[in-house]
T-cell receptor, first 112, second 116 residues
Framework: GDSVTQMEGPVTLSEEAFLTINCTYTATGYPSLFWYVQYPGEGLQLLLKATKADDKGSNKGFEATYRKETTSFHLEKGSVQVSDSAVYFCALSDHSNYQLIWGAGTKLIIKP | ETGVTQSPTHLIKTRGQQVTLRCSSQSGHNTVSWYQQALGQGPQFIFQYYREEENGRGNFPPRFSGLQFPNYSSELNVNALELDDSALYLC???????????????FGPGTRLTVL
């Protein structure tokens, strides 16, 4: 079945460092891909999405490119801030499936 | 525009009891999905409702049931609670045709259920 694999956390970085959180997927068909963020004590918020190959989603300085050839959707940010500390989830949905399938989440800790 | 709201925020029950969780979808959204998120894990899909009918179900037993009302709000009912049901229960709403892959799901803050 479909699945999403994320790099394990926690990922600890200093402020202004470059961030990459890896996400790879397995799916039949052509899924849509999402990154959600969960701040402490809050619900899930959509960060960005891409619905077809080579699409780039971007929001709040974060970017991710849908790479069909490597089945990946890695999250990147050029300069992280303390306020970016949260848990980041990669997820997919495909046209034969109405649910979101999630990775386990990656906790990001940014130190000043 | 009002976002997705859930009630209650927290709930403590004992094993064997029944619980009802509530969700109000975002204005204009006709599809509601429910997820269970255990501590430190990603959410797991429970089921989805589209225009008052169950549209799909994940790998959860029948003691997990739901409803969607004409105003598209929804309830999740869990009977015969077990200790493993302790989790954050998330409701998400989306618009348009049910289950389209590109539809964005917007999440509520969740209900934290503790089963003792």
């Amino acid at each position: 079945g479909d699945s999403v694999t994320q790099m394990e956390g926690p990922v600890t970085l200093s402020e202004e460092a470059f961030l990459t959180i890896n996400c790879t997927y397995t799916a039949t068909g052509y899924p849509s891909l999402f990154w959600y963020v969960q701040y402490p004590g809050e619900g899930l918020q959509l960060l960005l999405k891409a619905t077809k190959a080579d699409d780039k989603g971007s929001n709040k300085g974060f970017e991710a490119t849908y790479r069909k050839e490597t089945t990946s959707f890695h999250l990147e940010k050029g300069s992280v801030q303390v306020s970016d500390s949260a848990v980041y989830f990669c997820a997919l949905s495909d046209h034969s499936n109405y649910q979101l399938i999630w990775g386990a989440g990656t906790k990001l800790i940014i130190k000043p | 525009e009002t976002g997705v709201t859930q009630s209650p925020t927290h709930l403590i029950k004992t094993r064997g009891q029944q619980v009802t969780l509530r969700c109000s979808s975002q204005s204009g959204h006709n599809t509601v999905s429910w997820y269970q998120q255990a501590l430190g894990q990603g959410p797991q899909f429970i089921f989805q409702y589209y225009r008052e009918e169950e549209n799909g179900r994940g790998n959860f037993p029948p003691r997990f049931s739901g409803l969607q009302f004409p105003n598209y709000s929804s309830e999740l009912n869990v009977n015969a609670l077990e200790l493993d049901d302790s989790a954050l229960y998330l409701c998400a709403s989306s618009s348009g045709t049910s289950g389209r892959a590109g539809d964005t799901q917007y999440f509520g803050p969740g209900t934290r259920l503790t089963v003792l």
